[in-house]
């Protein structure tokens, strides 16, 4: 069973699944794609917008209560996909925002549009609050198209890469492809998730995703990828933020 880092499975806290009837069909979904366990990761934009955190706490125990009570093989860890603002990193630092799964692993998103110069910027003020960041579908970001900018990141500030399933399954256009290719063979892509945000259109896609890594990046690629995700939740304990 698949580990899937990157998850808009809660409903009614941000752009993902819009009803708790939306939530259950996407948490059997997900089961039926081969998905054990999720880090469920909603926007949170710190200082910007306020995130409904009671709201969540509850749709998350809800959603725990509904796999419970249909016997679905899944477990719920929480997280948050951020997206990076001048408050990210004091808020980070105050523990206001939450990382996946209570580790000291934040999932960074930035704005498509974001020079490369305030992305390593943030980075490293991530990073600077002992922070390991994992920068959410790199496949995004046209200031980062270079493997020598992504491997002075995972140096300088130990950043991650995440990339989305779907961009694996569908074409790369080809001005980025060579790059995309790269990051894989070169083995600098830590993780590969389905960033679900719904049933219809967005909907999940591991096996499909995974069966195209293996495809394109051989096997032992693959399995490398599919354990660096269960390692963030398994060992979650072993580095969890001590308040
Ligand atoms: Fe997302």
């Keep these: 069973m698949y580990t899937d880092i ?3 499975v809660i ?4 752009d993902g699944a819009e009803t708790r009837e939306e939530t259950f069909r996407m948490l059997k979904e997900a089961v039926a794609d081969g998905i054990g366990t999720i880090v469920c990761t909603p926007h949170v934009t710190p200082g910007v917008y306020k995130f409904p955190e009671q709201t969540f706490q509850e749709h998350f125990r809800d959603a725990e209560v509904y796999i419970q009570q249909e016997k679905l093989p899944l477990k719920l860890y929480q997280g948050a996909e951020i997206l990076y603002t001048e408050n990210t990193p004091r808020l980070l630092r105050e523990g206001k925002v939450p990382t996946m799964a209570g580790t000291n692993y934040a999932l960074i998103e930035f704005s498509p549009t974001d020079k490369r110069e305030h992305i390593f910027d943030a980075l490293q003020k991530v990073a600077g609050c002992g922070m390991i960041p994992i920068i959410a579908h790199m496949e995004r ?4 198209g270079k493997i020598e ?3 002075e990141m995972k140096s300088r500030f130990r950043a991650m890469v995440q990339i989305n ?21 070169e083995g600098l892509v830590d993780y590969v ?7 219809e259109g967005r ?6 995703g995974i069966k195209a890594l293996e495809d394109k990046y051989g096997e032992v690629t693959a399995k490398r990828i599919i354990k660096m995700a269960e390692g963030l939740v398994i060992h979650s304990s072993e580095f969890r933020i001590q308040n």
């Design 6 to 8: 990157h998850s808009h």
């Design 11 to 14: 409903w009614g806290v941000d």
């Design 141 to 144: 970001y046209p200031a980062i």
């Design 149 to 151: 900018q992504v491997e």
């Design 165 to 185: 399933t779907r961009s694996l399954t569908k074409k790369i256009p080809l001005l980025r492809r060579g790059f995309f290719d790269k990051l894989f063979r």
């Design 193 to 199: 998730a389905t960033d679900t945000h719904a049933m």
């Design 203 to 208: 909907g999940t896609c591991m096996t499909a």
